[in-house]
């Protein structure tokens, strides 16, 4: 389902010209629970961001949903964004005028979708999540899990077929933290693909495949 | 993206972010409100020359005796003095068929007296023409009688100052009042219309031309007014008068004819030159409104990377990140627009309420303008700062933990 070809990506810092992936290859199966370790600068971000189709990769192929992204159009690829592709961010990043429902509903308002059947999702979106009661709040009045819970909201309105998650509970306390994950893999078990990008190893070792990241490339793809 | 989705989201980041939102709204306000009040200024002093002239009369022609216009001729050997211009002149002036109405004036000061009480005024000498050729009304009482103009009667006609300074409440009307010590019987009393072109007609006295002849001892008009048969006849009635005027003085065209269209056009071309001038200072106080939002337009785009990075991440084109900016800049430029024209109203009606007599418009094209400038110099300055917001790299915006 995603297919990663001799993927290179490097930034220009200072003088220096820093790899941040080098040929890399890798393959996700639908539904799968994926891990991604390592430590800081090895490029797990900058993974994530190509699979989010939020970056290019300098060479190599990447094909989603047996499309070469590669050769997609900016429109092309929001509409990839906006329809397979779900985000997760470390700093949950809800717009802080909108409500919690106006921000679940950000998603569908960018894809024009008809305001009735939107509420109807928005509702049918929050509802799992315990967060009907919180609908009209703004994110300042919610608390750190709720904030993240919101945003996993947002990121599965639109039925994406992969959520990308970058350290969803590097924001968190322990116990919001497991609440988030726990979260997320019902998401999975209900068949969307699901890829977390972490620096714990309690959360990591949770997933089935556990990928690990040193220097831009995979040093070890471990499965149970 | 809907349209209504799109306004809404707009409208959202503008109240979300007040203070901003103020100050970009106040700036733009200023510029549409100077741009309407200074062409209504403007406007305004153009309509104020205009009703003088019209004060005048409608259809005017002004005969001035003597010629003053430079030609390239040597000087006369025999020093040619013009004829003065006489009443006889102005009779004969009415067989032109494009000449309606001759008022002769002759004009004269001395003092005028009722009982005690002694004031010295300018006394008009004319006919009863000079009631519609001088678009004068009366407020009581009877105008000049008509008839042969060369025979005059001992009466007056006086403006509504004198009558108030002489008279005071009492009535005026079949009084006798002394001018220059022959007696005349006010028979009417003029209606108060302010001043007009340095004359103030509350403080004359008209009698007839006649008895202004012997009372100043001349025959030598001021000048003549003619009202032409309309419109299209004003240049007729010029050339026939000169015409006449030679053939009486045998053959020196000894006057000046005026008419007031001329002048009236000479300053409407003053002043229309002067409004575009003032709306051109006006349209730059715009411009550096504008500058002042691009600017506060570009702090916002930067204060809000992280949303623009987030909107990309959510499946918004750089399409939509620019409509919505551009959105926010146009409700943000109609916001301004309606600020300055409230702005710009309450300050006509304040220089209104000081000075009643200057007549203040505020003139439909410099309301459309300035909406429309405003809106497109919102347009305009917001273009930079929203492609920069589309441009923008949405890794960077959201790495910013």
Not at chain 1, 170 to 187: F, M, R
């Amino acid at each position: 389902m995603i297919r990663l070809e001799k993927i290179n990506r490097s930034f220009q810092v200072g003088d220096e010209t820093v790899h941040a992936l080098r040929d890399l290859d890798l393959e996700l199966k639908s539904g799968e629970y994926v891990s991604i370790m390592g430590p800081s600068g090895s490029g797990k971000s900058t993974l994530l961001n190509i699979l989010g189709l939020l970056d290019r990769p300098d060479s190599g192929r990447y094909h989603l949903d047996e499309i070469d992204t590669t050769t997609l159009s900016e429109l092309e690829r929001a509409d990839a964004r906006c329809n397979k592709i779900g985000f997760v961010f470390q700093a949950f990043h809800l717009v802080p005028r909108l409500t919690a429902a106006d921000n679940v509903e950000l998603p569908l308002v960018l894809a024009g979708v008809a305001p009735p059947e939107r509420k109807q999702r928005v509702h049918e979106a929050l509802e799992p999540l315990g967060l009907l009661d919180r609908a009209g709040h703004r994110p300042d009045q919610l608390s750190g899990g709720q904030r993240q819970r919101t945003a996993i909201a947002r990121a599965t309105i639109m039925q994406p077929t992969i959520l990308l998650a970058d350290e969803p509970t590097g924001n968190l306390d322990k116990a919001s933290g497991e609440d988030v994950i726990h979260t997320l893999e019902k998401l999975n078990n209900q068949g969307i693909t699901l890829l977390i990008v972490t620096h714990d190893p309690e959360i990591g070792g949770r997933a089935p495949r556990r990928i690990r990241m040193v220097d831009g490339a995979i040093t070890e793809d471990t499965r149970t | 993206m809907l349209m209504e989705d799109t306004l809404r989201f707009g409208s959202q980041a503008l109240v979300g972010a007040k203070k901003r939102t103020w100050l970009m709204v106040l700036a733009m306000a200023i510029g549409v409100g100077s741009v309407v009040i200074l062409t209504a200024l403007g406007e305004g002093a153009r309509n104020y020359i205009s009703r003088e002239f019209s004060n005048l009369g409608t259809n005017l022609v002004i005969v001035i005796p003597g010629r003053t216009e430079t030609t390239g001729e040597a000087p006369p050997m025999v020093g040619a003095t013009p004829d003065d211009l006489t009443l006889d002149d102005a009779i004969a002036l009415t067989r032109s068929s494009a000449v309606r109405l001759v008022a002769p004036i002759i004009v004269g000061s001395v003092p005028v007296s009722y009982q005690q009480l002694e004031r010295e005024i300018t006394i008009l000498g004319s006919t009863a023409d000079l009631l519609p050729v001088r678009n004068l009304s009366l407020a009581k009482g009877k105008f000049l009688p008509a008839g042969d103009p060369t025979r005059g009667a001992a009466v007056a006609v006086i403006g509504s100052k004198l009558k108030k300074e002489l008279f005071a409440n009492k009535q005026a009307l079949g009084q006798w009042i002394r001018i220059n010590d022959r007696r005349f019987r006010v028979i009417g009393i003029l209606d108060p219309m302010g001043e007009s072109l340095g004359l103030d007609v509350g403080d004359i006295a008209v009698i007839p031309i006649a008895t202004a002849e012997s009372l100043f001892n001349t025959s030598s008009l001021f000048r003549i007014l003619i009202q032409a048969n309309g419109r299209s006849a004003i240049t007729k009635a010029q050339k026939a008068v000169k015409a006449i005027i030679k053939e009486r003085h045998n053959g020196e065209e000894d006057v000046t004819v005026i008419t007031q269209q001329a002048l009236l056009y000479t300053f409407d071309g003053i002043f229309k030159t002067l409004t575009y001038t003032v709306s051109g200072i006006a349209a730059i106080s715009l411009a550096v409104a504008g500058i002042l939002i691009m600017n506060v337009m570009l702090v916002a785009v930067s204060q809000r990377t992280e949303e623009i990075g987030l909107l990309k991440a959510l499946g918004g084109s750089e399409r939509q990140i620019l409509s919505l900016f551009l959105v926010e800049a146009s409700l943000l430029s109609l916001a301004g627009a309606v600020f300055g024209m409230l702005i710009a109203l309450g300050g006509v009606w304040a220089l209104d309420q000081a000075f009643p007599s200057f007549p203040l418009t505020v003139p439909l094209w410099s309301i459309a303008a300035a909406i429309l400038v405003s809106i497109s110099t919102g347009l305009l300055f917001c273009t930079l700062p929203a492609k920069r917001a589309a441009r923008l790299d949405p890794v960077h915006a959201l790495s910013g933990r």
